[in-house]
């Protein structure tokens, strides 16, 4: 048996776009605007209008969620939902009532809100009139959103955080091309990423400016996938040094200790591409570093010197300098795509415990995503889903390693509490420790949220 502290949280972790729903027409974020533009992109036509419902069920979702020993919840405030006009940061009041309202349920059920400011949904508009991440105005006009957030919020909201996963807007929306605008360009990223430490940068300080004299803690969602050389050639561990540099330090550095990476900034500078910035906005970024991180982890990240010289012609792009590698033998969650290797999170703690200040942590999400669970429900409609348990108990068992050598994580929140939309993928995988039923909204407890329940009462993993 391992014993986790009577502080230790369990939580759940979900967002606004892939539960609630699209209740407010007037506003479209990325993903309406791409499903209502191309439908067929989206795993069996199924859109964002729906998601999960929470719009219309969390007085009921979130009792469902206490059944299953959720005692936080991480969720996110949807941008183009709660601001009417994004130049002056007018709220919405449909929106500040239905957020005003969730926080409250939430707390009536003993669940903590962790509140998110940023998770992929950026309205269109934005994107139309300003290229999105591409423009500092939208930086600006992202710290007024924020600010207003915890003005409306903060008296019930003491955990916030800037961004969910900012690597993957990256990767999305500028490099592999699986979120809207699907552009591949390598230079637009760099900039992006710049502009993403500098947007959480200044919602940091109107966060100090507002909550800087109450308890209230702010962060940052970093998805951390620890990069791994596929030998000790020489070659291969320089290829995942740029990777760990661009994947992982390129927002830790920055978020933590205020600068970014020397060794990435130089490879950046040396092929041309390295982010405009002026000192006043370095300054910025110096001078607002986070109280806390929450870690996403799924998967490693494994890779091997590039097949074909970084010095051959070709467009900028960061994987220039490392190609993936599959381990031989490594075992997977098929239905994703993904290695399982929990050995990773016990990495990940020591990290943050030696490179980073030891600064409090907590997993924010981690999680297996099973495509047609019908297959594992028994007599009774309830999903026999072994496999998941497995995954956290395996999870939680590195995690506890890191935590007994010291480092300082508070928390494991597992992806998802209820089925939820899953951007192009809908409900092709289904992670969540409660069953959705698409067709019906009918909510049902798998058998993982019944021990996860269990776990949370007693802090004891068996």
């Not at 027409?25 to 533009?37: E, G, L, P, R, V």
């Not at 605008?181 to 990423?193: E, F, S, T």
């Not at 561990?237 to 661009?246: S, T």
């Amino acid at each position: 048996m391992i014993k986790f502290s009577d502080e230790f949280t369990f939580g759940a972790a979900t967002s606004g776009p892939q539960s609630e729903g699209n209740f407010d027409k007037n506003h479209q974020n990325i993903f309406d605007y791409w499903y209502a533009k191309n439908p067929q992109a989206f795993y069996q036509f199924v859109g964002p209008d729906t998601a999960s419902n929470f719009y219309n069920s969390y007085q009921s979702d979130l009792p469902l969620m206490k059944s299953a020993g959720i005692k936080a919840l991480r969720t996110s405030i949807q941008w183009s939902r709660l601001i009417e006009n994004f130049e002056t940061a007018e709220v919405n009041q449909e929106g500040a009532y239905f957020y005003n309202h969730v926080i409250d349920e939430m707390l009536a059920n003993n669940i903590e809100p962790y509140i998110n400011l940023f998770h992929f949904d950026l309205p269109i508009e934005l994107y139309q009139k300003y290229g999105g991440w591409e423009s500092k105005h939208v930086v600006e006009l992202f710290a007024k959103y924020a600010e207003q957030c915890f003005k409306l919020f903060g008296d019930r909201v003491k955990y916030w955080f800037t961004f969910n996963e900012p690597k993957v807007i990256l990767d999305g929306e500028y490099l592999y091309q699986f979120h809207y605008p699907l552009l591949k360009d390598g230079r637009k990223a760099v900039q992006v990423a710049f502009n993403l430490n500098l947007a959480s940068a200044k919602a940091v300080g109107r966060f100090r400016k507002i909550l800087g004299n109450t308890d209230a803690k702010i962060g940052t969602i970093l998805n951390l996938t620890p990069a791994y050389p596929a030998s000790e050639a020489m070659a291969d561990k320089k290829a995942a040094e740029f990777a760990e540099d661009w994947s992982n330090n390129m927002f830790l550095d920055p978020a933590i200790l205020g600068s970014f990476p020397k060794r990435l900034t130089n490879v950046l500078a040396q092929d041309h591409v390295l982010w405009h910035a002026t000192s006043e906005e370095l300054a910025t970024i110096a001078q607002n570093t986070v109280d806390m991180i929450g870690v996403n982890y799924y998967h490693p990240f494994r890779v091997k010197q590039p097949d074909i010289s970084p010095l051959s012609l070709t467009s900028w792009m960061p994987d220039i300098y490392f190609d993936e590698y599959d381990m031989p033998g490594r075992v997977m969650n098929v239905d994703k795509g993904w290695e399982i290797y929990p050995e990773a999170l016990y990495n990940i703690a020591i990290n943050i415990r030696d490179n980073y200040h030891n600064i409090p942590w907590f997993v924010s999400e981690n999680g297996m995503g099973v495509a047609d669970e019908e297959r594992f429900m028994d007599s009774d409609g309830v999903v026999q889903d072994d496999y998941r348990i497995e995954f956290i108990k395996n999870h939680l068992t590195a995690l506890h390693r890191g935590i007994a050598a010291g480092s300082n994580c508070s928390g494991y929140f597992v992806w998802t509490a209820i089925d939820c939309w899953s951007w192009k993928n809908a409900y092709h995988n289904r992670y969540g420790l409660i069953r959705d039923n698409i067709h019906t909204q009918v909510k049902t407890i798998k058998k993982s949220g019944h021990w996860y329940h269990d776990l949370s009462a007693n802090h004891i993993l068996k």
